[in-house]
């Protein structure tokens, strides 16, 4: 098993690389099936909680640090399939989430 995997970066202008990034993305998931999953955002990790929830691995979301005003496309989605979402701008939080617990900087 290697160290890490090359995922193909995408996003929703370049649906072609979408998919391909998609199809990566489940086969290392179904392969290592991890207990848990960390991501800070993007097509790519939107992917990857929600293929890592539909086989029982616990998902966290942190909304990337550059999103200060508002949550990011895949932040605000990802939102109800993950097990702790978060966001790193006080600002950004709500009562429904995603919630603010201090900022990696």
Do not use: C, H
């Amino acid at each position: 098993m290697p160290d890490f995997y090359v995922v193909p970066e995408a996003n929703r202008w370049d649906k072609i690389r979408l998919v391909r990034s998609l199809l990566k993305i489940v086969w290392v998931v179904l392969r290592l099936r991890p207990d848990v999953v960390v991501t800070t955002g993007a097509a790519p990790g939107y992917f990857a909680v929600r293929v890592a929830s539909l086989i029982g691995s616990r998902t966290v979301w942190i909304d990337s640090i550059a999103n200060a005003e508002e949550l990011s496309l895949s932040g605000k989605k990802a939102g109800r399939f993950v097990d702790l979402w978060l966001t790193q701008w006080p600002d950004v939080s709500g009562p429904e989430g995603p919630q603010y617990k201090g900022s990696v900087l």
